[in-house]
């Protein structure tokens, strides 16, 4: 199988500075293309300070992974906190209306993180998550319906990865269908929020959504309590019944993250995917022939360019990683990208190379008591767009010399236009 893609202008030759102080996750050239960056840091410079951030940031895959298992020396308090401190208007629009999300699940340690993974993870069966694959899988092709009645080339993200995972998270959480736009802008909007760097002016405009965005998901809730009907978030309503240690408001709380989690990474993972598979004609063809089996491809997709790029953690104690000592407090960049790209690890790396043997140990969901509760379910929506789309758009092709353009950030690699032709 060929290399992933990447620009011309990524692969010139870089000037003589240390990658470190090239590093910077805002800068156009990296948004568009990391890895060439990455690379170079991951063999020189494996662990560094980056004061662009304000963390030390680590690349290799062993170092990550340990990390990623280490709940005693690491803490994931500060992963959902904003990057950039709110500015005091901001600030005020959160406080005063009353905003109130406690750690629970991704940005929470042990002991409490168990009790709360273990009683928001237990409707999430596999039953319930096969159950929705009629309904996904039905989606689909209406999505690729209009699609085919519409004009090229056409947008695949608008057209179908932006809209469709939301859609079965909804029918997951029983949510009504007609509030996807407004979901998915709030979502998009706490991208930038937590993980961008917005001006001041943005923050308080987003801070604003993320209020509304708040209170849509507690009014979800009550409405759920009122009148549970067969979806999960009336099964955590019931159990909190059973269970009073986990709060109405906590349920409403994670209702409120999962809004944001349970889609966003989906439809760019999904995007992701067929960027990469439609840029080496020989792997569509076969997957269009029925020749590739295609849980390897969805796979070495999440391998080779995860949604999830980059993951925080601070230190609880002083640590050595790769040689390099972090003191207490610190806060830490683990570069996923970077790790499912370590040759020491994965051979030839750049290369997509479906049924590679240890695929699943890349980290595209995380790893340890954290690794990612939505993973069955991610993995099953992209197998089914990958399945539909191949079987009724064999001619599916990208638009020669397009621009990819993604919401800069540290931690997404959100996709938001893919133009084909079919």
Known sequence: MRPLSTDASSQAQGPITPASERFNPFDPDYVRDP???????????????????????????????????????????IASDPLTPLCPHARNIITESGFDVPPMLVNNDPPSHTKYRAFFGAPLTRERLQ????????????????????????????????????????????????DVARVKEWASSRVVMTWGRPTEAEQVELSTGAVAYYRYALDLVRKKAEAPQDDYISDLLRAHKEDSEVTMHEIGATAFNLLFAGHETTSSATANMFKAV?????????????????????????????????????????????????????????????????????????????????????????????????????????????????????????????????????????????????
């Open 278 to 422: 439609l840029a080496d004609r020989k792997l569509w063809k076969a997957i269009c022939a029925g020749e590739q089996p295609l849980a390897p491809v969805v796979e070495e997709s999440l391998r080779i360019d995860p949604p999830v790029q980059a993951w925080r953690r601070q230190a609880k104690e002083d640590v050595v990683l790769d040689g390099v000592a972090i003191p207490a407090g610190s806060r830490i960049l683990m570069e996923f990208a970077a790790a499912n790209h370590d040759p020491q690890q994965f051979p030839e790396p750049d290369v997509f190379t479906p049924g590679r043997r240890n695929v699943l140990q890349q980290v595209a969901f995380g790893a340890g008591t954290h690794f990612c509760l939505g993973a069955p379910l991610a993995r099953l929506e992209m197998e089914v767009m990958l399945r539909r789309v191949a079987a009724r758009m064999p001619e599916l092709a990208l638009v020669p010399e397009q621009s990819f353009p993604y919401t800069p950030n540290t931690s997404f690699r959100a996709l938001r236009r893919l133009l084909v032709t079919w």
């Open 35 to 77: 890895y060439p960056i990455l690379n170079e840091l991951r063999e020189s410079e494996p662990v560094f300070f980056s004061p662009e951030i304000g963390s030390w940031v680590v690349t290799r895959f062993e170092t990550v992974k340990s990390i990623l298992r280490d709940t005693q020396r690491f803490s994931a308090l």
């Open 131 to 178: 159950s929705l694959k009629p309904f996904t899988e039905s989606t689909v092709d209406s999505y690729i319906d209009r699609m085919l009645a519409g004009s090229q080339p056409a947008d695949l993200v608008a057209g179908l990865t932006w809209d469709v995972p939301a859609l079965v998270l909804f029918q997951l959480l029983g949510v009504p269908a007609e």
